[in-house]
């Protein structure tokens, strides 16, 4: 039984940079770790409605936009910085940010923890990532961390209309959550 009561915490957040193929179809990097995830949270986008006939809500179309909120990390690593939001790294080894970058998009990949030893693991397909907050803190008595906030829209995958779609694992073999991380997972056709 794959249920579990609670999820808590957020590791191994990764990402996979997308590559936009002939007709649409899309192809995922191999995912890129990207320690020191703090936190995520992301918010529906779209909503039900209800359409009425004989007297009665007849039938409810639903529109599925994704979600955009915020990931929060302790830091952002270069590769994300060049590979995700565009920036480039000159000769002397430094990022510059250009008002015409141009962003990729990319699928986000992580792990939450249950009140169980299993696990459960995401991928949310197409994501856009806006630009983190620019932050320090001073040191005083004792050293604060900065932590920043990386905003995120992530739409359907135009390819396949997939979100997101999670695995609970970590007891067991189980093939999809063993393998999370060596590719982004695509949903099996029946009969495959």
């Given at each position: 039984m794959n249920d579990t009561k609670i999820t808590y915490g957020l590791k191994?957040?990764?990402?996979?940079?997308?590559?936009?193929g002939e007709g649409g179809k899309i192809t995922y990097a191999k995912p890129v770790l990207m320690p020191g995830a703090r936190a995520i949270a992301l918010s529906p986008k779209g909503e039900d409605k209800d359409v009425y006939a004989d007297d009665v809500s007849y039938v409810t179309l639903t529109a599925n936009q994704g979600y955009e909120g915020n990931v929060t990390v302790l830091g952002i690593p270069e590769a994300f910085l060049t590979d995700i939001?565009?920036?480039?790294?000159?000769?002397?080894?430094?990022?510059?940010?250009?008002?015409?970058?141009?962003?990729?998009?990319?699928?986000?990949?992580?792990?939450?923890?249950?009140?169980?030893a299993l696990k459960k693991r995401f991928v949310l397909y197409y994501c856009t990532a806006g630009r983190a907050d620019f932050a320090g803190n001073t040191k005083e008595e004792s050293p604060e961390e900065t932590e920043y906030s990386i905003p995120l829209t992530i739409s359907p995958a135009p390819d396949t209309g997939d979100v997101k779609a999670t695995v609970v694992g970590g007891v067991g073999e189980n093939e999809a959550f063993d393998g999370w991380y060596d590719a982004v997972y695509l949903k099996q056709k029946a009969g495959a």
């Open positions: 191994k957040l990764a990402y996979s940079k997308i590559t936009m939001l565009g920036m480039t790294k000159d000769t002397n080894g430094t990022i510059v940010e250009n008002a015409d970058d141009v962003k990729a998009k990319f699928a986000l990949l992580g792990e939450f923890s249950s009140e169980t």
